[in-house]
């Protein structure tokens, strides 16, 4: 079965930092991300890994920031983010798919598999 779970999320100030968790069951999935989503905004990409060789792709918000991580023992993707600022505010979500085809690793459509997402709040 497959599933995805965030956790981690929280309200923080400006400047702190959060590590997202995100726990993963069904497959050895071909890419893992995160997405966030900011009230009426689109969904977008902050970090990707590919599993095996792990290569890395950020957003270009998230980098010097954000750390994209993942535990493959423990099936589980993390995102560190320090330095905080209030336009992380958002919330973010997990995002994984087992293909090696499928396009760009930054589309929301390249994605088959979706956690339920945890919010992050920055206050100023």
């Known amino acids: 079965q497959v599933r995805l779970v965030e956790s981690g999320g929280a309200t923080v100030q400006a400047g702190g930092s959060l590590r997202l968790s995100c726990s993963a069951s069904?497959?050895?999935?071909?890419?893992m991300a995160w997405f966030r989503q900011a009230p009426g905004k689109e969904r977008e990409a902050v970090a990707v890994?590919?599993?095996?060789?792990?290569?890395?792709v950020y957003a270009d918000s998230a980098l010097g920031r954000f750390t994209i991580s993942q535990d493959n023992a423990k099936s589980t993707l993390y995102l560190q983010m320090n330095s905080l600022k209030p336009e992380d505010t958002a919330t973010y979500y997990c995002?994984?798919?087992?293909?090696?085809?499928?396009?760009?690793?930054?589309?929301?459509?390249?994605?088959?598999?979706w956690g339920q997402g945890t919010q992050v709040t920055v206050s100023s």
């Open positions: 069904g497959y050895t999935y071909y890419l």
């Open positions: 890994i590919r599993h095996g060789d792990g290569e890395i």
């Open positions: 995002a994984a798919d087992y293909r090696s085809y499928g396009g760009s690793w930054v589309q929301k459509t390249r994605y088959t598999y």
